[in-house]
């Protein structure tokens, strides 16, 4: 999972295009009302997985000119205090959720910005937080989707 990256490192403000405030994303519900806060979804937007996956999808597709190109970089998110996302939700909650980013992230190879990306990504997701509470959601990750915890950057033992 090459899109997404646990880091504990202090993270530089250039670049990333929408933060995301983990604390805020305790339940589903939660995690609705401040993605759309920060990635600035629609305000038709359904409050749904479909309709979050949608509006994730589009917003890394078309970031920055929705009637140019599709951009050469990824649309980054910082997810600050990451270890909070869904801590009060079901793990199938979680499990949509690297789901529906998993897939908006990735570029296959029939889309029409398969040749823009050259390491297949057109998302890029900073899960941030202390070491500790890295350590708490790596295993939850792992419970929600095998094979979805990302490397871990900035750990005391690295």
């Not at 997985?49 to 599709?70: K, Q, T």
């Not at 899960?127 to 950057?153: E, F, I, K, N």
Request: net charge negative; hydrophobic share 40%; with cysteine.
């Amino acid at each position: 999972m090459n899109w997404a990256d646990l880091t504990s490192h202090d993270l530089p403000g250039e670049g990333v295009a929408a933060v995301v405030r983990g604390n805020r994303c305790r339940t589903k519900a939660g995690l609705f009302t401040e993605w759309a806060r920060a990635l600035e979804f629609p305000a038709h937007f359904g409050r749904n997985w479909d309709a979050f996956h949608d509006c994730v999808s589009e917003r890394a597709l078309w970031h920055s000119d929705p009637d140019g190109p599709p951009p050469a970089l990824p649309y980054t998110i910082l997810v600050e205090e990451a270890a909070q996302l869904l801590v009060d939700a079901s793990p199938r909650e979680l499990k949509m959720l690297l789901q529906v980013l998993s897939d908006a992230a990735t570029v296959q190879s029939d889309d029409e910005d398969a040749d823009v990306y050259p390491d297949g990504f057109r998302l890029r997701l900073l899960l941030h937080d202390a070491p500790a509470a890295l350590l708490d959601l790596a295993p939850r990750m792992r419970t929600a989707a095998p094979g979805a915890v990302p490397p871990q950057s900035g750990h005391p033992s690295q």
